[in-house]
């Protein structure tokens, strides 16, 4: 038995002093020069600021009396979590320094508590070992050090966690990456990568491959800047093209590699378009080493627009609605750059989650072994039906703090409303056939028919025809999943294209001008009606005025409506108007259509009332297929590749 180091202090050398607090907390922050390769924003340091604090990827320098804590995202301890899924019973702290000054331990419990567990003075050229116990973290809790610096500098040279391996081996990973006409952000996460692996880098003992699963027409491989990243890569680099299958056929055809080189012990699937934080990737091959039993381990999400903003801690599938939602006890887009891990006491408490996003997931192979491989849906519930699946069948999973890729947020767009309406439908409702506890599904048929009606209220025709025929496609059962892969997106792409809403311009000058007329008495409200009575009103008022003649002088917007204000209570008061997209790039028309709203209304009723009856034999139809629609046969069939 040997020690092994789960986590390694590191630091952001890529000049973004927006993330340094996800690092390092004190008085003066700032970054070095780049080496990492990934794209990154050079912000250049403040008068009273040092640009050389960043020594390198382990080193930092604090000035005399400045005091640096790293009670951090990245670099505290999450002891709570390897006390609950690990085999280990202590942590051991290593901080190597040069200089005179003071290390300070600390720890903190579940409600966020936080007491100092010892103090060391530090001389020239001084390396502590703080052995810590982790029997105390079962609900959660956090280790981390402090460094202050005496009359003279004080520098950081390394520091790392280390646990007692339990006589395990150490594991290794090959990392699928899926893409799509994304070329210039794959090329960067494959020098970020490259970089990690090279020499005796941080990552060089950890992953076997890089295999890029290209489904686009804009190829990786012709990208300006993709030969150096090969050349950094060699041959752990691995380029395969096929159809576009989305991210269910992408990362299935990852995992189907991954099995048939049989080399590594797990598969690690990461998004084209994320920037990675490279020891993240090697601290959730250590966690999954060292679980009491095969373990999915996830990484969190933090925004690409705003770096310190964590997406969410961890994620529930809420099973009475069967809808994604913020494990309990925590919040949404948290920004640590403005509450840190000392001063959020939920961060603290350990998180339980059903699933973990593939914008980076780690699987072991175990475990695709054992509960197959995506469900064939394109894109939509994949990730969220796969823990479900893996935890019924005993792998649970953990979106383990420290390990995290930055991404574009969800924010920023509303995919519940353009083509992808149509895949989170439909694939919403299979995985609640799959593994809704309830005999009926919950709420969620109700809740779906409401839905259905807000696209109505909202002149979101060509979401309400995509949803529609979502839920058509669920009742024809499972059988057609893998045929349909490959033509599904193009079916549906027609079928929003058929409606005026789905015509998306950059400028609305490109529609006819505003309706010419006399002002409204009273200006239309746009706060969204309170309480279940309000509700209830507006929705009324709304769809009877859905169901009576357009005016004749609909031809032309009534008014132009920011996407801010853009809901259904105050688009169900318009015939007519020009409505802003969610990300502010372009503007839809959307126009009343009496016909086709009564139509979809009569349809929508109609197919709700089916899926609450047929519900039950539906389900047994689902589950009893699973074993087919993920396992390795269907898949090869699907994507044409030969038995190993």
């Known amino acids: 038995m040997t020690d092994r180091v789960v986590a390694r ?105 936080v007491a100092r567990v010892t103090t060391e003075v530090l001389t020239a050229d001084t390396e502590h070992r703080v052995p810590l116990p982790l029997r105390s973290f079962g609900d959660g809790g956090w280790y981390w050090f402090d460094l202050v610096a005496g009359q003279e500098e004080l520098t950081l040279v390394e520091a790392d966690w280390r646990v007692d391996d339990q006589g395990r081996s150490s594991g290794t990973t090959t990392v699928g990456v899926t893409t799509f006409n994304r070329p210039d952000y794959c090329t960067a996460l494959l020098h970020q990568l490259g970089a990690a692996v090279e020499g005796d880098g941080e990552l060089a003992a950890v992953v076997d491959e890089v295999v890029v699963v290209d489904q686009g027409t804009r190829k990786v491989t012709a990208d300006p800047g993709f030969p150096a990243a090969q050349e950094r890569l060699g041959s752990r680099l691995r380029m395969l093209e096929q159809a576009n299958l989305g991210g269910s056929g992408g990362f299935s055809r990852a995992m189907l590699e991954t099995l048939d080189a049989g080399r590594s012990d797990h598969v690690l699937l990461l998004d084209d378009d994320v920037v990675c934080e490279p020891e993240g990737i090697a601290r959730a091959v250590a966690f999954a080493d060292l679980a009491r039993r095969p373990t999915i381990v996830g990484g969190h999400m933090f925004s690409m627009h705003q770096r310190s903003v964590l997406h969410a801690l961890g994620e529930v599938v809420l099973p009475w609605q069967f809808r994604w939602g913020a494990a309990p006890s925590t919040r949404h887009s948290h920004d640590l750059a403005a509450a840190n891990l000392r001063s959020t006491p939920w961060l603290h408490r350990r998180t ?74 439909r694939n919403r409702f299979v995985a609640a056939l799959l593994h809704s506890p309830f005999r009926f599904g919950g709420r969620m048929v109700r809740e779906s028919l409401a839905i259905q009606v807000k696209h109505l209220l909202g002149m979101q025709y060509s979401a309400a025809l995509l949803r529609q025929r979502a839920l058509e496609d669920v009742l024809a059962g499972p059988s057609g999943m893998h045929a349909d892969l490959p033509e599904r997106l193009a079916e549906v792409r027609a079928l929003r294209a058929s409606q005026p809403d789905a015509d998306v311009r950059p400028d609305p000058d490109h529609f006819p001008s505003l309706r010419r007329g006399r002002p409204r008495k009273r200006e239309l409200g746009t706060l969204r009606p309170a309480g279940v009575v309000g509700t209830a009103v507006a929705g009324a008022a709304g769809l009877l005025r859905q169901v009576a003649p357009v005016a004749g002088d609909a031809a032309y917007p009534e008014r132009h409506v920011p996407a801010a204000e853009a809901g259904w209570w105050t688009l169900s008061r318009l015939d007519s108007a020009l409505v802003s997209t969610t990300d502010g790039t372009g503007v839809s028309w959307h126009r009343r259509d009496r016909s086709l709203a009564l139509g979809l209304l009569r349809d929508s009723i109609a197919v709700h009332q089916r899926l609450l009856r047929e519900w039950p034999a539906l389900a047994r139809r689902y589950r009893a297929a699973l074993g087919g629609l993920v396992g390795q046969e269907s898949w090869r069939k699907t994507l044409d590749l030969p038995a190993p």
């Open 9 to 113: 202090v590191v630091f952001p050398t890529d000049g973004d002093l927006d993330i340094l607090p996800l690092y390092v907390d004190g008085e003066h922050v700032s970054a070095a020069s780049p080496d990492l390769g990934g794209p990154a924003v050079f912000v250049p340091s403040a008068p009273d600021q040092h640009p050389d604090q960043v020594l390198s990827r382990r080193g930092y320098r604090l000035d005399p009396g400045q005091r640096a804590s790293f009670a951090t995202y990245f670099n505290a301890f999450p002891a709570g979590y390897w006390r609950r899924w690990s085999v280990v019973d202590g942590v051991t702290l290593v901080v190597r320094t040069n200089g005179p000054g003071t290390l300070m331990v600390y720890r903190s419990n579940a409600r966020g508590t």
């Open 352 to 425: 339980d989650v059903d699933y973990n996003g593939w914008w980076m997931c780690l699987i072991p192979i175990v475990v695709l072994r054992d509960v197959g491989l995506s469900l064939p849906v394109f894109i939509k519930w994949d990730d969220a039906e796969y823990g479900l699946r893996a935890a019924a069948a005993g792998y649970p999973t953990v979106s383990l703090p420290g390990a995290a890729v930055w991404h574009v947020p969800w924010t920023d767009k509303d995919d519940s409303v353009d083509w992808q309406a149509y895949f989170h439908a």
